[in-house]
């Protein structure tokens, strides 16, 4: 019998469908040349960090005593630097939030880590609207919460409120969404976003409880076509953000990020304090010293979005001009499509059989779909195209040839 855990084999043993595509990627590049290879399977930003970033880090560096730059601080993060974060944030939304309403963390998932074990007690439930990032089941699970889970609205893909008011129970702690959405794209509208609170409201009121939304927020910064994102606790009195700069500076490796306790949350000061706390004991201890410094003096700073935009653009024009249904990505840097005959892992398969790697949207608890990461080289793409039409030829055969005969 092995002697690691019974859920890290079971981990183990469905490994994250996502990374084992990017292995699968590396291992065609192996064999026929990476230039033969068209993955679009990890979001991993392929845009560089702005300029500032570099500077700022080499001036730091320069300068500042190395002691307080490579030194433990609070576990909550440098003050001076919570307190720009949140003259940042009452700048864009017209708050008034102070430095010991926010905790720096390593990254959005540090940030739903440690409030997740902040609030959660064994058997409590987490709602959550399908699609959803996969990993959001093992940060539940952490903390011996349930996952329970709204399936997706495939008409508009955002959260089916009927369908949510059904889930509610008096187990129910906290109600997870993601907008823009991984890997929908969508943005959920401020209507929804009302309309979702009503629907808390009432629950807290039948189950006499607290019903905490978290607002996970990593794509904030990446909308196209003057989508705007709803500021969720200006609809939500009840909500906490979790925001990372993996995507909005390009610094995913960096692991820096956010979590905002308004105090329009109950209990709002020993909610923040259990999360600093957690903070420390969940490992995380705080946020990365040297990228904190270099974030109090980017915080205006932005990646050229202009890129994933004009990738959009040609994905999910050709990938329609060849006949498959796109969700209409207003957010992120996910394309989702539906695979032709409704199984998204057949379809996956027949993708990688021209070299071309997407992601199966059952690992997102939305079957029939799959998931295509447009934040790759727009030469990528270019070069892709003949394997994408010759899927294509494969899907729909003749009538992909009539429609061309005919146009």
Same mark, same amino acid.
């Given at each position: 019998m092995s002697y690691i855990s019974e859920s890290m084999c079971q981990l183990l043993q469905s490994n994250s469908v996502i990374r084992e595509m990017f292995e699968e990627g590396n291992r065609l590049a192996v064999e026929y040349? *990476?230039? #033969?290879?068209?993955d679009y399977s990890l979001g991993n930003p392929n845009v560089p960090a702005p300029e500032a970033v570099r500077y700022a880090a080499e001036e730091i560096l320069e300068h500042e005593d190395p002691r307080l730059i490579h030194g433990y601080m609070s576990n909550a993060g440098f003050p001076e630097v919570r307190r720009a974060v949140a003259e940042s944030l009452n700048e864009r939304f017209q708050t008034a939030y102070t430095e010991k309403q926010l905790i720096m963390t390593a990254g959005a998932a540090a940030g739903l880590n440690i409030l997740l074990k902040a609030i959660l007690n064994p058997g409590d439930e987490v709602i959550v609207f399908a699609p959803f990032f996969s990993e959001y089941r093992n940060y539940v699970g952490n903390y011996g919460g349930k996952l329970v889970v709204v399936p997706a609205d495939t008409e508009s893909f #955002? $959260? &089916?409120?009927?369908?949510?008011?059904g889930a509610l129970s008096a187990r129910t702690k906290a109600v997870l969404i993601n907008t823009p959405n991984n890997p929908a794209g969508v943005v959920y509208t !401020?209507?929804?976003l009302r309309r979702l609170n009503a629907l808390i409201e009432e629950g807290e009121r039948r189950f006499r409880s607290v019903i905490l939304t978290i607002s996970d927020e990593p794509y904030r910064e990446l909308v196209y076509d003057g989508a705007e994102v709803p500021w969720v606790p200006a609809l939500i009195p009840h909500a906490v953000v979790v925001y990372s700069y993996s995507k909005s500076l390009s610094l995913p490796g960096e692991r820096i990020g956010w979590l905002l306790v308004p105090d329009?949350?109950?209990e709002a000061e020993a909610l923040a304090e259990a999360a600093t706390v957690a903070n420390r =004991?969940?490992?995380f201890v705080n946020a990365p010293s040297l990228i904190q410094r270099v974030l109090m003096r980017c915080l205006h700073e932005r990646a050229d979005v202009a890129a994933y935009d004009r990738n959009r653009k040609l994905l999910y024009g050709v990938m329609s001009e060849l006949g498959f249904y796109c969700v209409p990505p207003q957010g992120a840097f996910y394309l989702l499509v539906k695979a $032709? &005959?409704?199984d998204d892992r057949n379809f996956a398969a027949l993708c990688k059989k021209y070299h071309v790697l997407v992601v199966p949207c059952s690992s997102f608890a939305c079957p029939g779909y799959v998931r295509m !990461?447009?934040?790759?080289?727009?030469r990528m793409i270019e070069c892709s195209l003949p394997a994408l *039409?010759? =899927? !294509?030829?494969?899907?729909?055969?003749s009538a992909l040839r009539a429609s061309r005969s005919s146009s």
């Open positions: 040349g *990476r230039e #033969q290879v068209y #955002q $959260p &089916d409120l009927a369908a949510f008011s !401020a209507e929804t329009t949350v109950p =004991i969940c490992g $032709p &005959d409704g !990461a447009y934040c790759v080289s727009h *039409r010759a =899927i !294509a030829e494969e899907c729909f055969g």
